[in-house]
């Protein structure tokens, strides 16, 4: 005796293995494909930091350039009340300023700073204006001897991809009187 065609559907285990490898493929590639999406981001992610660190070291080496170059204050008038600047265009061709992390070629394109660091030129612009001239901060010694000349450094580095850091700072050299 035949059972009922319902009943042969419902009892039918025919087909299911496929089903399930179907449902398991679907689901696997899902994985895959988000597994790689979440990859691509963090490639993304890290390159971007990598970049934002190089300019960030750019902005940075040219304030250290504008604070230690000392070509730059031989062009600065020195006044009591301040006023002077150091713009990027007036730097000489050929210089070389000490910067911290070493010896930099510096030389002047276009209005901008060039400075050679580990075998590359980068670009960098520097301002720097004097504020004022005035006594040294209290309990540094020799009052007698030296003033304060007070100064204000704007620097922005340029790193790669375009990519641009400023770096603003104030501070102050000791100036015989």
Same mark, same amino acid.
């Given at each position: 005796?035949?059972?009922?065609? =319902?009943?042969?559907?419902? *009892?039918?285990? !025919?087909? *299911? ?15 895959? %494909? ?13 390159? =971007? ?7 960030? #070291?750019? @902005?940075?080496?040219?304030?250290? #350039? @504008? ?14 009340? $301040? ?7 007036? @730097?000489?061709?050929?210089? *070389? ?29 520097? !301002? ?10 209290? $309990? ?8 304060? %000349?007070?100064?204000? @450094? ?10 641009? !850091? *400023?770096?603003? $700072?104030?501070?102050? !050299?000791?100036?015989?009187?």
């Amino acid at each position: 005796m035949e059972r009922p065609i =319902e009943q042969n559907i419902i *009892t039918n285990e !025919r087909g *299911t293995i496929l089903l399930v490898v179907l449902i398991m493929l679907v689901l696997l590639s899902t994985l895959g %494909a988000m597994s790689f999406l979440n990859s691509t981001t963090e490639l993304n992610t890290s390159g =971007e930091f990598r970049k934002e660190n190089a300019t960030f #070291y750019e @902005a940075d080496k040219a304030l250290e #350039y @504008a604070i230690t170059d000392d070509a730059i204050y031989t062009v600065i008038p020195m006044t009591e009340a $301040g006023g002077g600047s150091f713009p990027a265009s007036t @730097a000489t061709p050929g210089q *070389t300023a000490s910067a911290g992390l070493g010896t930099m070629d510096v030389v002047n394109k276009d209005g901008r700073i060039m400075a050679k660091g580990r075998g590359a030129y980068s670009s960098m612009t520097v !301002r720097v204006e004097h504020l004022k001239t005035g006594p040294l901060p209290p $309990g540094t010694g020799d009052e007698d001897i030296f003033q304060g %000349a007070y100064f204000y @450094a704007s620097v922005v580095g340029e790193g790669p991809d375009s990519g641009e !850091r *400023t770096i603003e $700072g104030q501070f102050a !050299r000791k100036v015989p009187k």
